[in-house]
């Protein structure tokens, strides 16, 4: 179960203004207006405090790590395996054998899904996605079914943007191989039930893969209460920088799957004939990592420990409610997306109006919003649509910027129509 941290704070209210002040980009106006930042589902903006420590370690620290005996690659290899420590601890995983550094969510998907096309998938097999899943995790799914001759098969999805989960025991069969399914939704906002999946899922001894790229930012996570058998995020999402991620993924899991890439870092002894390779996490880490990333990603951890989650949580529901109940009188606009449990956004059509016109509106009133079907293709077709205008919240956006987004929708779409 996802569940909060403990409040630092008797406050009811998140310091915002101290927040936002942490954030450089936030203070930049946009064709002449305060920058209000609502595409935060797909890249959020980053700290100063991310910032400062990936610039202090090319300053000042820059080495390669687990491979030299001199001062500077040893306080790299230790700033590099502390931020694997913090990962674990942040996520209540058991072991730091458990957490694997990756590009992002999409490279950690990848991974799993082309081990297990080489070491599980067999003709005939099944893998379980839903209808809502970003392609990241799809397409890896179709190329390892493609190759081992399995097939893929999707939870419906209804019309409010929750799944329909009355055929869950037929889904899952003597076939079904893995269940890979989205947290949080990044286009409707749904919180999925994650726990209700996994426990049926386990029943059969099917293991489960969660993509977490939308749940971390919003959310505390823990891998082992939710037990997940494989949990995959990225540092961008979650206020850290672009270009790193994690797999988390159970011991006996990451035992029995076969290396994803070859290289150097994660081998034991290399024979002409034969390679014997290294023990976890580092048979999953081929090459020079991301260091400065990885080491931004600790800097982002620690931010987001720090906050007041239970205040946190409190306002990104107070901002997500606001900005429905606002956008909700607009004549002609449809929400996309009214799960009973969802998170920070809001995606919405307009009739007769296209999201792109919308978004290059809001784009001349200083909001920036995200346009298109948000690499959720199949999700688009179900719905019958195109495209979305989707607003996303984060930690650092306000009341008057919902309000500020309902003015200038109106202004767009009375200017459009």
Not at 2 to 7: E, G, K, L
Not at 92 to 109: L, Q
Not at 375 to 381: F, I
């Given at each position: 179960?996802?569940?909060?941290?403990?409040?630092?704070?008797?406050?009811?209210?998140?310091?915002?203004?101290?927040?936002?002040?942490?954030?450089?980009?936030?203070?930049?106006?946009?064709?002449?207006?305060?920058?209000?930042?609502?595409?935060?589902?797909?890249?959020?903006?980053?700290?100063?405090?991310?910032?400062?420590?990936?610039?202090?370690?090319?300053?000042?620290?820059?080495?390669?790590?687990?491979?030299?005996?001199?001062?500077?690659?040893?306080?790299?290899?230790?700033?590099?395996?502390?931020?694997?420590?913090?990962?674990?601890?942040?996520?209540?995983?058991?072991?730091?054998?458990?957490?694997?550094?990756?590009?992002?969510?999409?490279?950690?998907?990848?991974?799993?899904?082309?081990?297990?096309?080489?070491a599980i998938l067999k003709p005939g097999d099944e893998v379980l996605i839903s209808m809502?899943?970003?392609?990241?995790?799809?397409?890896?799914?179709?190329?390892?079914?493609?190759?081992?001759?399995?097939?893929?098969?999707?939870?419906?999805?209804?019309?409010?943007?929750?799944?329909?989960?009355?055929?869950?025991?037929?889904?899952?069969?003597?076939?079904?191989?893995?269940?890979?399914?989205?947290?949080?939704?990044?286009?409707?906002?749904?919180?999925?039930?994650?726990?209700?999946?996994?426990?049926?899922?386990?029943?059969?001894?099917?293991?489960?893969?969660?993509?977490?790229?939308?749940?971390?930012?919003?959310?505390?996570?823990?891998?082992?209460?939710?037990?997940?058998?494989?949990?995959?995020?990225?540092?961008?999402?979650?206020?850290?920088?672009?270009?790193?991620?994690?797999?988390?993924?159970?011991?006996?899991?990451?035992?029995?799957?076969?290396?994803?890439?070859?290289?150097?870092?994660?081998?034991?002894?290399?024979?002409?004939?034969?390679?014997?390779?290294?023990?976890?996490?580092?048979?999953?880490?081929?090459?020079?990592?991301?260091?400065?990333?990885?080491?931004?990603?600790?800097?982002?951890?620690?931010?987001?420990?720090?906050?007041?989650?239970?205040?946190?949580?409190?306002?990104?529901?107070?901002?997500?409610?606001?900005?429905?109940?606002?956008?909700?009188?607009?004549?002609?606009?449809?929400?996309?997306?009214?799960?009973?449990?969802?998170?920070?956004?809001?995606?919405?059509?307009?009739?007769?109006?296209?999201?792109?016109?919308?978004?290059?509106?809001?784009?001349?009133?200083?909001?920036?919003?995200?346009?298109?079907?948000?690499?959720?293709?199949?999700?688009?077709?179900?719905?019958?649509?195109?495209?979305?205008?989707?607003?996303?919240?984060?930690?650092?956006?306000?009341?008057?910027?919902?309000?500020?987004?309902?003015?200038?929708?109106?202004?767009?779409?009375?200017?459009?129509?």
């Open positions: 179960m996802s569940t909060p941290a403990t409040s630092r704070t008797s406050s009811t209210a998140p310091p915002v203004a101290a927040i936002r002040a942490d954030f450089p980009l936030l203070q930049r106006t946009m064709h002449g207006q305060p920058l209000a930042f609502l595409d935060n589902a797909a890249s959020s903006q980053k700290p100063r405090q991310v910032i400062d420590a990936i610039s202090q370690y090319y300053q000042s620290e820059h080495a390669n790590v687990h491979r030299g005996v001199y001062e500077i690659s040893a306080a790299a290899t230790e700033a590099f395996e502390a931020t694997r420590e913090a990962t674990r601890r942040y996520i209540g995983a058991a072991s730091t054998k458990e957490i694997i550094f990756t590009k992002g969510t999409t490279e950690s998907i990848n991974l799993v899904a082309s081990c297990f096309e080489r809502m899943e970003h392609h990241s995790n799809i397409v890896p799914w179709q190329i390892a079914c493609e190759q081992a001759g399995a097939h893929i098969r999707a939870i419906p999805v209804d019309s409010a943007g929750e799944l329909v989960l009355d055929d869950l025991d037929t889904l899952l069969n003597e076939r079904t191989r893995i269940v890979a399914l989205v947290h949080v939704s990044n286009t409707l906002g749904t919180i999925n039930p994650v726990e209700r999946i996994i426990a049926a899922a386990h029943a059969r001894n099917i293991p489960v893969l969660l993509d977490g790229a939308q749940a971390m930012p919003h959310m505390r996570v823990d891998v082992q209460a939710l037990d997940v058998d494989f949990y995959a995020f990225s540092a961008h999402k979650m206020y850290g920088p672009t270009g790193v991620g994690v797999l988390y993924g159970k011991e006996d899991w990451l035992d029995r799957l076969p290396p994803y890439q070859g290289g150097g870092e994660m081998i034991r002894e290399v024979r002409i004939d034969k390679t014997e390779y290294n023990e976890l996490p580092f048979k999953f880490e081929a090459g020079t990592p991301n260091i400065a990333g990885v080491i931004g990603l600790h800097a982002a951890i620690s931010y987001l420990e720090a906050l007041p989650w239970e205040v946190v949580e409190q306002h990104e529901a107070q901002i997500l409610g606001h900005a429905t109940e606002l956008l909700n009188q607009v004549s002609g606009l449809r929400i996309v997306g009214t799960a009973g449990q969802k998170t920070s956004v809001i995606s919405f059509t307009v009739d007769d109006v296209h999201p792109h016109d919308i978004g290059t509106l809001l784009d001349q009133q200083g909001i920036a919003v995200r346009t298109g079907h948000h690499c959720t293709e199949p999700l688009m077709r179900h719905f019958g649509i195109h495209g979305t205008v989707r607003a996303s919240f984060g930690i650092y956006n306000t009341i008057e910027e919902t309000e500020r987004l309902y003015t200038a929708v109106n202004k767009a779409v009375n200017m459009l129509r």
